[in-house]
C-alpha cells in the first residue's frame, strides 16, 4: 500500500493527514510523523499499517470516545457516528468498540432501559420508540418497551397537570400539545376529557 500524500492540516498545524492510494486512511501528530519517518511514496505493509493503527491512532479515537462518554451516556451507534465524524476508519472504530464494551462503558441494553424509565413520566410511547430509534437501538429492545412502559394515558394526564390550567387553556390546545408529543388522537381525547373533569371547581 503506497502512501500517496502527507497533507497538514489547515485548522491544526501540528497534525497530518495521510493518504494510502489516495484515500485518506489516518491522521498523525507531527511527533508521531517524525518517529515513524513516513514519507511520500514509502510503501506500507499491513502489518505495519495496522501497527500505527493500533499504537497512535486508537489511542486517540479511545480518548475520544470516553469523552465523549464522560459528558453523558451514549448507544453504540451515536459514539460510531461521532468517531466517523472525527475521520476515524472502520478498524479503528471497532477496535473502540470492542473496548468500551469490553470495559462496560458502553451498554445498549442498559440505554435502553435507563432511558425509558427515565422519560416513561415525560413523553410518549410512540415518542420514546422514535427517538431510540434514531440513537440505533435494536429492534429486539424496542419490542420489550410495552413490559417498561405500562400506562400511557397516566403519563399523558401527568403531563397535562405540569403545564395546563383549567380556567385559562383550553381543551383543543391540550389535545394538540399531547399529539405533539406523540400520543394518538383517541388517547389524547380521552385523557384531556377525564383531566377537565377532575379539574373542574
Known sequence: MLLTQINQQKKNKWFYDCFI????????????????QLKVGMTLS???????YNKYVFKRAKKKAVSLLKRKDRTKYEIE???????????????????????????DKKY???YVSYYKTK??????????????????????????????????????DKKYN?????????????????????????VVEQWLTSNEK
Open 21 to 36: 492510494n489516495d484515500a485518506f486512511a489516518f491522521t498523525l501528530s507531527q511527533s508521531e510523523l517524525n518517529r515513524l
Open 123 to 160: 413523553k410518549s410511547l410512540k415518542k420514546i420508540q422514535y427517538d431510540l430509534r434514531l440513537k440505533g437501538i435494536k429492534r429486539e429492545y424496542l419490542e420489550m418497551i410495552g413490559d417498561l412502559y405500562q400506562n400511557e394515558e397516566s403519563t399523558a394526564y401527568k403531563l397535562l
Open 81 to 107: 457516528s461521532k468517531l466517523k465524524e472525527a475521520r476515524f476508519n472502520d478498524y479503528v472504530i471497532q477496535s473502540v468498540i470492542d473496548h468500551l464494551k469490553s470495559n462496560h462503558l458502553i451498554n
Open 166 to 190: 383549567i380556567e385559562v387553556d383550553t381543551k383543543e390546545k391540550m389535545m394538540a400539545y399531547l399529539i405533539r408529543k406523540g400520543f394518538k388522537y383517541d388517547s389524547a381525547k380521552k
Open 46 to 52: 499491513q502489518e505495519v499499517l495496522e501497527s500505527i
Open 112 to 114: 435502553f432501559e435507563n
